[in-house]
């Protein structure tokens, strides 16, 4: 199950920028318990199972996959806010949980995130300059000064004015916040912005706005993206690299060009031909997959996917396939390849 | 895609010129202004808008479940089947509704009581509605979940919808709408919290039961692609007014007013690659201070100075197919 990640790294040369982050072979498993006072651990909920992936400098790494597939997790241990159960993640060279206290304070602050909904990630209490030069004041010694004229400088950025430093974020409309979601984010430099559904909870004629804002930053800091998003047709448009998990594993890894143009594994053509069309006329060649996904508690045996499978085989009951190269760059755990 | 034959006096549902006013204390907020429509037997109406475009107070006014005060309906017909539901009483309008006018919301989640069995709350609605026995009512409630594919319905009815997935309850709650069999069943984004998958299996359910019973549809989103599989008339509302109306052809192939038009470019597509989203500038319009003429024109890329004076009159650009704009005069 587990990606090869030199395999990958000898198909890449040497135009492609360099690696950012590395996570390999990385675990969440949340043990379940019963009873109160002398509780026991009756099983684990293997939330993310074996998931590897790099992510190069100013680059997009889209996650997709649907609810309870472990998008989520893995965001929250890039942002460590979970322990990892096993597995690493390497930034810049370097394993996170063999360095020290030092370089992971480094880290956390060159690791931001965006959430879906800027309605509840900005306190209301605090006024928009507060909120955006906070994780300033805290992790860098600055002049007041100096910390007034970089949040100017990031409102501009994310196309918002000076004047709106000394409003409240009630006093925004849901797109705006999000825009001082993205400057907060910005607002140490960070070499990494997860996105977690950023415009999902926006109304339709803003989320182009926000999209498009989103590329023009990450051109002008050379910034990296974890994006995580349902919406596939949002991931096509935003991301260099997707990744489709299922169950808590990567099923499928691929350019964006190469994942839309050739959906190898049968759950991404499912979730393809489930997503909705852009035009009425496109007729969609329906692979609608019956039932739901299973629980991550227990897992089916073999392939995860096999119970919804339009093209199971006999091996998949019993076997867990392997993530493979099936071109340049392109991987897919599944027994057709 | 393809509607099925209709003639005129197929028209089940014809609103003209509703208008749904709230008080509040900035003022007169209207929210749903001149909003006129035909739906015909065996038809899917797509009604389009962002948050605050008046949507959803439309389904609300088509149901009479406008929370008055602060709203009242201040004018218009809704004529469903020859019947003007504005001069009904509430009593007459209660039996109506569930039988003739269902509604699906969207959060399955808060719509199904959660102290009552879903054999309860299916059953309900039969009871209510139709002059059935006791004796064949539970026949009916069974009948009716295996409509809407729910696996093994003998033993799910005795579930609480806490021992249902998201798809499952909204598949119930489809249920309760359809169980009377009515003529006119809203949807109001029903599928806005389910998964993409369970979002294609519902969408798919949705469309089978309707060509079924050839009852007309009326879909509210925001999301075009729900629009391009599922309708086939379009009403685009902005600011509380229908902006465009056409069929679902003419409003992907030929999108007249520049909403529509700026809102299909906005969109990121799955088919192909687009270098660069067309964005629209600013925000939606605060309704108790809409600007003076068309309310788009402040984000309209082909403002002219008549737009900030006037509000358009109703342009046909072909049959069937009208938008509000002065670029057509």
Known sequence: MTLN?????????????????????????????????????????????????????????????????????????????????????????????????????EYRSSVQAVFQDPWSSLNPRMRVKDLIAEPMVINWQLSRGEVSDRVEKLLGDVGLNSYHANLYPHEFSGGQRQRLAIARALSLNPKLIVLDEP?????????????????????EYNVSYLLIAHHLATVRYMCDWVAVMYLGQIVEFARVKDLF???????????????????????QDETILTGEVPSPLN??????????????????????????????????????? | MTSNTQTNNDVVLEVDDLRTYFQTRWGTVKAVDGVSFSLRRGEVLGIVGESGSGKSVTMLSLMRLVPTPPGHIVGGKIILDGEDLLQMSEREMSKLRGSKIGLIIQDPMTSLNPVFTI????????????????????????????????????????????????????????????????????????????????????????????????????????????????????AVMYAGKIVEHGSVRDIFNQPSHPYTEALLASVPKLEEDVDRLYSIEGQPPTLHDLPQGCPFAPRCQYTMDRCR?????????????????????
């Open chain 1, 5 to 105: 990640p030199t395999q990958m790294m000898s198909s890449s040369n040497s135009v492609e920028p360099e690696v950012l982050l590395e996570a390999s072979d990385l675990k969440k498993h949340f043990p379940v318990t019963s009873g109160l006072l002398f509780s026991k651990v009756t099983g684990y909920i293997k939330a993310v199972d074996g998931v590897s992936f790099r992510i190069r400098v100013g680059e997009t790494l889209g996650l997709v996959g649907e609810s309870g597939c472990g998008k989520s997790t893995t965001a929250k241990m890039l942002l460590m806010l979970e322990d990892p159960t096993e597995g690493s993640i390497h930034f810049q060279g370097e394993d996170l949980y063999q360095a020290g206290a030092a370089k992971r304070r």
């Open chain 1, 199 to 219: 415009v999902s909870a926006l109304d339709v004629s803003i989320r182009a706005q926000i999209m498009n804002l989103l590329k023009d930053l990450q051109q």
């Open chain 1, 261 to 283: 143009n050739n959906p190898s594994h049968p759950y991404t053509k499912a979730l393809m031909s489930a997503a909705l069309p852009s035009h009425p006329d496109i007729e």
């Open chain 1, 299 to 337: 897992p089916p045996q073999g392939c995860r996917f096999h119970p919804r499978c339009p093209v199971v085989m006999d091996r998949c009951s019993q076997e867990i396939p392997e993530l493979k190269e099936i071109t340049a760059d392109h991987l897919v755990s599944c027994h057709l390849y």
């Open chain 2, 119 to 234: 054999g309860n709350q299916v059953s309900e609605a039969i009871k209510i509605h139709q002059d059935i026995p006791k004796k064949r009512v539970l026949e009916r409630t069974l009948d009716v979940l295996r409509k809407v594919n729910i696996p093994a319905a003998e033993s799910r009815v005795r579930d609480y919808p806490h021992q249902m997935s998201g798809g499952m309850r909204q598949r119930v709650v489809g249920a309760i709408s359809i169980s009377c069999e009515p003529t006119v069943l809203i949807a109001d984004e029903p599928t806005t919290s389910l998964d993409v998958t369970i979002q294609a299996q519902y969408l798919r359910l949705l469309k089978d039961l309707q060509r079924d019973s050839n009852m007309a549809l009326i879909f509210i989103t925001h999301d075009f692609g729900i629009v391009a599989k599922m309708c086939d008339q379009v």
């Open chain 2, 309 to 329: 004076e006037e509000y358009p009159p109703e342009v046909i650009a072909s049959a069937g197919h009208s938008a509000s704009c002065w670029r057509l005069v």
